[in-house]
């Protein structure tokens, strides 16, 4: 499996971007997608997840409401919509996917609940 991440770039704060994650393979073993950030000198972060078939969303306490993730099963692909950008959203941000349901459930904060990555899309929000 592999993922494809786009849609990173440099923006101002308070605009907005949309990164996608295609993945290029069936997906019928995905449970779940994710996207993870890592901000320059800090460790990996979660920032949100989808359950493939369901839809369920899941979400990091610190962007309550500005981010938003989706998924559109027929294209394979994931989105993460971010609203309000700020600097401190800088990071290069990388979609990953999980086959393991009792992982995800138990741990979907967790890297190690993901099985597969992409190579991640760099996002620059200057003040």
């Known amino acids: 499996v592999q993922l494809q991440a786009c849609g990173g770039g440099l923006v101002q704060a308070g605009e907005s971007l949309r990164l996608s994650c295609t993945v290029s393979e069936r997906t019928f073993s995905i449970y779940a997608m994710g996207w993870f950030r890592r901000a320059p000198g800090k460790e990996r972060e979660f920032v949100a997840a989808i359950r493939w078939s369901a839809g369920t969303t899941y979400y990091t306490d610190s962007a309550p409401g500005r981010f938003t993730i989706s998924r559109d099963n027929a294209r394979n692909t994931v989105y993460l919509q971010m609203n309000g950008l700020k600097p401190e959203d800088t990071a290069v941000y990388y979609c990953?996917?999980?086959?393991?349901?009792?992982?995800?459930?138990?741990?979907?904060?967790?890297?190690?609940?993901?099985?597969?990555w992409g190579q991640g899309t760099k996002v620059t929000v200057s003040s």
């Open positions: 990953a996917s999980g086959n393991r349901r009792s992982a995800f459930l138990l741990h979907y904060k967790s890297a190690d609940s993901y099985d597969f």
